[in-house]
């Protein structure tokens, strides 16, 4: 964080270290003025000691770190009579009569809080990250919330949470428990939300938000983001577009119930408070106890959506997805190949395939456990983690040797969350079910969860994971799914239900946890019957996710489009089915744009699909650095526009690849105007060549010639995608 130093009027900076700690703020008489800086933005708090703590700026960062005391005159209003004085973290029950982020009942019964600012200080974790500290006091009851803020200067991306400890005579109910509030000033807010199902997932929605609530909020306990993720973006005074624009994006990394208030107030000020949904779930914190929240994630772009996209993606890749900046596995999966229906001749088959195809792994998915009760369908045996006898009498160590034989890796699906009624598991353990002991059960895809607030459940969920690694250490991939959501939420373990969702939510994360101190670099896909369950929380554990069961080409477009603004491509897996109308070329075009796999029946190819895909796989693996660790630009919006491009280019801007997609087929949909390319170097030159043609034809682009990065940029690159050619992908490298 860069200081200017002052000697002026009121004025005076300090910073002092203390033992490898940094302490910044900038003090007048009245106040204490806190920022929060990254490389482009500001979050700018004011606090008085023992007084009120708000939030007086957020946006664009001024270049002069002690103009943020004029701030408050520029924003005049009255803020007594609703106590938004204290809107860093607004409390309930004693001035603040708008939505809370915080609402207690103290030991005695009484249900007013009120947070008085007392310290802060500030940590420089490395010359990127900080975490600044804030502690507010209740005057009254011995009661205190310290707000967090980790903020990633160079990806401009804060992670905010709060801890709320007290030293009251006896427990405390948290009635509301956010991680965070934020509040921010413009003429209009409007709303980028998703809503979705299944094999429809992240289906966008943009409205102006008016006076009120808007509530963004899941309920489903798993598979927590079928209906609707915590993802969403707000642009300020107007919509944004990819280029322009100011626009907040903001997630709750959590996997669980959550809940996001967007209120305008009656004074026009947007008030965020996001965290854990309370839904069901007043919290009991002991004495002494302190309950931690998830991390709410912002970043901020005055420049579109494109660059906060891009900040984002490379926050996470640097700091949250599991091995974000390395390498992943190409594969074939056979999920849509064989469905339940294989054995061992049938899997030794698509190994081989495997190896044909020039991919780098097998994973075998559902279907290959439980005996008693045999996965011979979607009705049975899941809880059941021992090799069926009959589909596999050589189990799945003879299946890893398979491929090691062929010189490919093997990877295995799991649910080890659930349990189908109809399995033994259940038998022997009804206690571990999560169900109402009085109530008819109630089925999500004929199965049930298990109780993980339970530490003998996650010590077997565990269990599953490390087995399979202890027995067959070869195992390379797991793709670990979640296809229910709690009904009948109630765990016969816990003796507070009220805490069952989020003991559930804190058992998933130790299982993880632990199954990454012992296997830290394996990777792992997050499934949820689909992209139910992708969020920050999960992906600290995981390197990719499936978007959606959806394959089909052209709805993958979008769905990956719009994933995209907030994943980063390394961690979209992108599978190759027969979903869908569109030749095999569009498919693996598609699935191109992200990490690459394939769910075909190989030998079903002919001749030329085969050679197709192999020339296809060679290439996406010379161009995969590019489009895993580059910059992202979306170029031509699906929803807009005939031809959808999006493209992306490495860190030195010497290499890129550019993806362009029909995705209409009416009055002669194609390319009609050139698409400009973007993040190039203007004074560079680049030759364009396509790739991925289908054997037999022939590109009608240019290839070869050279071109300016100002030329490219700024009148752009026909791609010249017509019926005939629905997909084109090109790549550009510079000549050196
Ligand atoms: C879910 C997943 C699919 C597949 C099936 C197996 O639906 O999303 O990819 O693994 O389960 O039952």
Redesign the pocket.
Known sequence: MKLNKTTAGNIFLFAAFLMGQVIISVTSFAQTIIPVQTQHNALVIAAEKDKDIRIIFFGKKLADINEYKLLQGAYKQTEEYTGLASSVYTPSGSRNLLEPAITVTHADGNNSLDLRYVSHRQIKVDDNVSILSILLKDPVYDFQVTLFYKSYFREDVVEQWSEIKHGEKDKVILQKYASANLHIKAKSYWLNQYHGDWAKEMQPEESRLTHGIKTLDSKLGTRANLFQPSVFMISLDKPATEEEGNVLYGALEYSGNFKIDLEVDYQDNLRIIAGINNYASPYTLKPGETFTTPAFLYTFSDKGKGNASRQLQSWARNYKLLNGNGDRLTLL?N?EATYFDFNETKLAELIKDTKKLGVDLFLL???WFANKYPRND?RAGLGDWQENRKKLPDGISSLVKEAQGNGVKFGI?I?PEMVNPKSELYENHPDWVVKQPAREEHYF?NQLVLDLSNPKVQDFVYGIVDNLFTKNPELSYI?W?C?AVIYNAHSAYLKNQSHFYIEYMRGLYNVLKRIRTKYPSVPMML????GGRVDYAALQYFTEF?PS?NTDPLERIFIQWEYSYFYPAISSSNHVTDWGKQPLKFRTDVAMMGKLGFDIVVSKLSANDLRFCREAIASYKSLKDVIWHGDQYRLASPWENDVASLMYVNAERRRGVVFNYLVSNRYGAGSKLPVKLKGLDPLRKYRISEINLYPGTYSSLENGQLYSGDFLMNVGFNPQVNSGRASVVFQIDEEL
């Open positions: 999966n999920w998915d559902d279907g979607d699906w649910e895809r793709k799914d296809n499934c949820s019957g689909g499936w069961d």
